[in-house]
């Protein structure tokens, strides 16, 4: 077998990635509650007002429930599941907290926007979650109606920093989007990077940005996760290699590079 050796080198910065310093987590998955609560630090609490979704039940994996159980923030909680949402208006009785039983989509009666426009929501309000594992980016390109002051939404971090992708605006299937489409729509909406973790990318509105002294926001000043990512190149005779991760995240299923080739063996020779 050939050798493949895979170095990545490091190239977060710690003053430009600092936010990840601050790391820690209630019920958040990744630390996502600490970075939020120093982000809220630096540029203060406004409204005091939150909106997630899928809220599940509004304790599991959130990233909004320690600031509503713990810090008196408001919220609109939308979740589409059914047995979810009961379970989510059981988690938060408190009038300050609207649970929403609604599937967010980025048009019609659907869109981000069109639900929100029937509660009592500023239109800078504190904090905007998304997390729906799929269509995330174009739910947020959706709303225009809003800019809250923060935005908290997943990426895909299987896809490399270079790559722009997108996947199709379509609820029946789950791919994500890269950081750096992420990032892009950003700027065109508005809004600067400030942390990513693995999987999260944390944004500010513009004119916030200058509050965190980040000498450097770019992707890879701010994110650097190889174990995620999986590199594919080719021999001069058409065999196909992989660097880096050899594992679908999701399923935890391993794969090999024998099962990734489009030339049989009797094919791949050199053609010069």
């Not at 029937?118 to 979650?129: C, E």
């Not at 789950?174 to 942390?195: D, F, H, P, R, T």
Request: charged fraction near 25%; proline fraction near 5%.
């Amino acid at each position: 077998m050939p050798r493949i050796d895979h170095r990545p080198v490091d190239r977060t910065r710690e003053d430009c990635a600092w936010l990840l310093k601050f790391r820690s987590t209630v019920t958040s998955q990744i630390g996502q509650d600490g970075i939020l609560e120093k982000i809220f630090e630096v540029i203060g609490e406004r409204h005091r007002l939150c909106v997630e979704f899928g809220a599940w039940d509004g304790k599991f994996l959130s990233n909004t429930w320690n600031l509503i159980a713990n810090k008196n923030w408001s919220g609109v909680l939308i979740e589409g599941s059914a047995a979810k949402f009961a379970a989510l208006s059981a988690t938060h009785p408190y009038p300050r907290v609207k649970a929403v039983n609604r599937l967010v989509g980025w048009d019609g009666k659907d869109a981000l926007d069109n639900i929100l426009a029937a509660y009592d929501v500023p239109a800078d309000f504190d904090l905007l979650s998304i997390d729906v594992d799929g269509n995330d980016w174009h739910i947020w390109k959706s709303v225009e109606k809003y800019r809250p002051r923060v935005v908290l939404i997943e990426f895909n971090p299987s896809v490399p920093n270079d790559v722009l992708f997108v996947q199709d605006a379509d609820p029946r299937i789950n791919q994500g989007a890269s950081l750096l489409a992420m990032i892009e729509l950003g700027k065109e909406k508005g809004y600067s990077l400030v942390c990513a973790n693995c999987w999260d990318a944390f944004f500010v509105r513009d004119e916030l940005y200058g509050l965190f002294g980040i000498p450097d926001n770019g992707i890879d000043a701010m994110h650097f996760y190889p174990q995620a990512e999986t590199r594919l190149f080719h021999g001069f005779d058409g065999t196909l290699f992989t660097a880096g991760n050899r594992r679908l995240l999701w399923h935890n299923v391993e794969f090999a590079p024998d099962a990734l080739q489009v030339l049989p063996p009797r094919k791949r020779v050199l053609r010069s």
